[in-house]
């Protein structure tokens, strides 16, 4: 089955700096690829998503980068701010027929300090 | 609002106690998922199902059971035979589709006492 790395497993920042996580996986048929924030006694909470036709996805403050041949996609949070501050998790999953169960990394823990 | 309801938040059990946990959506998605959270360890999956009465084992289903008698609903029974039980159990449910991220619940916290 699939199986995914993420590190680091703790990253701390200061406000205003750029925070980056990266995962790798191991199935290449894997072809969808979220992000996850998770602030703590809550659920996680879909921030981005990016498919294996595409190469990078912004959303303001937030990208994704995807590199298919290496098998590895990375967040990239710019201009952080304290509430940036929560468990962030990557997850993979072949879509299709594997009806999108996904597989999650370990999480990072980031902490922006003021 | 559409959403994810899990019940109860905080959840205590006895030793050779069967506990459930409650998971309801209104988000009119086919499938759902339970997985479980312990420190340092990510999100595990323990069941899933695609359909109405129909659900498949997950990576660590051991000592646990679902039903999923409709839609709306995908209660988890962790039985006896989980020797480890106390974690933070989210379910999730999405259109099935494989086209669209989770919507999770906001977790029950299930401790054995």
């Known amino acids: 089955g699939e199986n995914v790395e993420q590190h680091p497993s703790t990253l701390s920042v200061q406000e205003g700096d750029s925070a980056v996580i990266k995962c790798t996986y191991s199935?290449?048929?894997?072809?969808?690829f979220p992000w996850y924030k998770q602030e703590l006694g809550k659920g996680p909470q879909l921030i981005i998503d990016?498919?294996?036709?595409?190469g990078e996805k912004k959303d303001q403050r937030i990208a994704v980068t995807l590199n298919k041949t290496a098998k590895h996609f990375s967040l990239h949070i710019t201009e952080t701010q304290p509430e940036d501050s929560a468990v962030y998790f990557c997850a993979a999953s072949m879509g299709g027929t594997s009806y999108g169960k996904l597989t999650f990394g370990q999480g990072t823990i980031l902490t922006v300090h003021p | 609002d559409g959403g994810i309801t899990q019940s109860p938040k905080y959840l205590f059990r006895k030793e050779g106690q069967n506990v459930t946990l409650s998971c309801e959506q209104n988000l009119n998605h086919d499938a759902m998922y339970w997985y479980r959270q312990d420190p340092g360890q990510g999100l595990r999956l323990i069941y899933y199902?695609?359909?109405?009465?129909?659900?498949q084992k997950g990576d660590i289903a051991e000592g646990y059971s679902v039903s999923r008698e409709k839609k709306e609903s995908f209660p988890l029974t962790v039985t006896s035979a989980q020797k480890n039980p106390t974690a933070f159990y989210l379910c999730?449910?999405?259109?099935?589709?494989?086209?669209?991220?989770?919507?999770f619940g906001s977790g029950t916290r299930l401790t054995v006492v």
């Open positions: 990016i498919r294996s036709n595409v």
């Open positions: 999730a449910s999405d259109t099935g589709t494989g086209r669209g991220g989770y919507t």
């Open positions: 199935d290449s048929a894997s072809n969808y």
């Open positions: 199902s695609q359909i109405v009465n129909d659900f």
